[in-house]
């Protein structure tokens, strides 16, 4: 079983940085890839980075290219999303996210389009104010 415990949220101003934490606990051999969702109210989930566990090869979400970075530390198995230059935009509860199956390359940010996760955490609040 693994489960998924992010940690890192809180409330900035817009323009200054956060960085997420996601533990992640169970068989890291066994995940494929990994990622950070987000939720803003009223919104649909959005994928906003994902990086391959073997590999290190990321994607972004062009709304935060050059703004955020995903990484991953395997000693300690945690993946990290660190968030620079926040806008008030970025305001959501972020999730991170492993898929242990994988799906069509390309669409790593898309689970509505078969990129399946097979396991989410609870969530971490960030708000940016203006």
């Known amino acids: 079983q693994v489960q998924l415990v992010e940690s890192g949220g809180g409330s900035v101003q817009a323009g200054g940085s956060l960085r997420l934490s996601c533990a992640v606990s169970g068989d890291r051999h066994i995940h494929n890839c990994m990622a950070w969702f987000r939720q803003a109210p009223g919104k649909e989930r959005e994928g906003v980075a994902a990086i391959y566990t073997n590999s290190d090869s990321t994607t972004y979400a062009d709304s935060v290219k050059g703004r955020f970075t995903i990484s991953q530390d395997s000693s300690d198995n945690t993946l990290y999303l660190r968030m620079t230059s926040l806008k008030p935009e970025d305001t959501a509860i972020y999730y991170c996210?492993?898929?242990?199956?994988?799906?069509?390359?390309?669409?790593?940010?898309?689970?509505?389009?078969?990129?399946?996760?097979?396991?989410w955490g609870q969530g971490t609040q960030v708000t940016v104010s203006s």
């Open positions: 996210a492993v898929s242990t199956y994988g799906g069509p390359p390309g669409l790593e940010l898309r689970p509505e389009a078969g990129y399946e996760y097979n396991y």
